[in-house]
Each structure stands twice: as structure tokens, then as C-alpha cells.
């Protein structure tokens, strides 16, 4: 096993207290698909810690869609993650959700059916604001509007965050985090989808990416885009090919995990 620290063994033996997060899906791949619905994630974020990105001890994969909900193209990333049995955690943009009007109606039942097919939610800010720019009282705003809407529409409270851009400079930023107990999720491969013209860059940005890294780990994707939800396919087609060279090779193939799986306490070493 990889080396922990105290904290961590003391959080693990917490969590194995609460029901197993993933189930077994054939010999090698674990599927992040929960057994008990997502509840499980609620309060295993809560404070602490923090999700660099990269996997430790072995390969993995975790997908991460930003700034939805988007009823237009979310709702096909939720079909293309349900083929093949595999959890994702979507950072919501409080804005597209809240308040009246058919849209913000239409996306907020996305964002129910996400959480209702076992994805994990993260806030995202309610107006996908630069923190770092932002005083007080208007990082309180954004965080605290955001988990409002979040809460209301999915009945829970999120403990994790990713800050809009990756950004979080600043110590009143990562305070404003920090100190509401949310878990902040930084990534380890940018498929730069946002800067891409065609499913296709997507894919190659993907593979690029799976290169640089090789352990894989967190993955930024953005679901509000039509060339993501193309090209997801060619992605889950990718990975399937990597794993059976890979075990033609007699190496570990990448698994598919939660957000939990990388969680580590604030303070901890990145470790490859
Ligand atoms: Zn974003």
C-alpha cells in the first residue's frame, strides 16, 4: 500500500464506517458507480482537504464536467456516462439554474436528473467569477448564492469546489474556501475542449494529455459544449483500447473512481 499519514488512516477508518462507494464490475475494472445512491459524497468532502489532480498509487481516471447545467448538451454526457456505467462529478454554475425563466427551469431539472443518475455535484460559483479578483463579501456571494441554488434544487449540500479558471491565488480566496469546510478540486489533464474547434481536438487534447500524465487522474472536461458531448464517445473508446494494451503489456489498467479516491488532506505532498 502507499504511504499515508495519520490523518488520512484516521479519515479511512471514518469512512469505512459508511457504505462501500464503488462495486466490483468485472475482474479489473472498478466502476465508480455507487451502491447507495451519491449520499455517500455529501459529507466525505467535508473540510480538510483538498484534490490535486494527479492518481497515487495506481492509474485511474475521474471525470469532471465544469459550468453546466446546459439542458441542450448535458443531458447527452449523462446518456454517454450511463453506456458505460461510470460516475462523473459536474461543477454547476449557480446562474444557469437559479431563479425564473424556461432555461434556468429546463437546466434545473438536468441538474436533478444528474444527481438523481448518481453523479456528485461541486460548486462552481454562481456566476463562474475569477476569485482571486473578488473582495469579501463578493467571494461569500458567489460561494454562498451558488450552494443556496445547489441545495435547493438537489436537496443536499455540496462539499466540493473547484474554483472557475483553476484559480485560487489568493489567501482571501482560498480562505473564503477553506474556512466553509469545502474540498477544492484542482485537475491533472485539460482536455482544453473549451479551446478546441472539433470533437476530434478534443480527443487528441485527451490523448496529449494521458501522455503527459500517464497515472491519469482528474479530468476537465465542460458539458455545456456540443464538441464534448461528440466526442466523448471516442474518449471512453480510448481509454478501452489503452487498458487492453495495457494488459497485453502486464500493466495495471486505468480504473474509472470517484473524486473520493483522491481526496488528501491539506498540507500533504503531491505524490506520483
Ligand atoms: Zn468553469
Known sequence: MRNRSSIV????????????????AGANERRAKPTDGNLWGVGRFRGGGLIRGPCAARPC????????????TTPRVL????RHGVRATFFVVGRRFDGDGP???????VLRETWRRGHLIGNHTYTHALMDALDERA???????NAAAIEATIGQRTFLFRAPFGALHTSRASRAV???GLTPVFWAI?????A????????????????ASPRGGVVLFHDTLDRTARALPAVFAEIAARNEARRAQGQQPYEFVGLDELWQPVGHGRRR
Open 61 to 72: 481516471i475521474a471525470l469532471t464536467f465544469d459550468d453546466g447545467p446546459e439542458h441542450t
Open 9 to 24: 488512516l484516521t479519515i479511512s477508518a471514518l469512512v469505512l464506517a459508511l457504505a462501500p462507494a464503488v462495486v466490483r
Open 190 to 194: 485539460d482536455t482544453r475542449d473549451w
Open 196 to 211: 478546441s474547434g472539433s470533437p476530434e481536438e478534443v480527443v487528441q487534447n485527451f490523448r496529449a494529455g494521458l501522455e
Open 103 to 109: 432555461v434556468a427551469e429546463r437546466n434545473r431539472e
Open 139 to 145: 467571494l461569500d456571494r458567489e460561494i454562498d448564492r
Open 178 to 180: 477553506f474556512s466553509r
Open 79 to 82: 446518456d454517454e456516462l450511463d
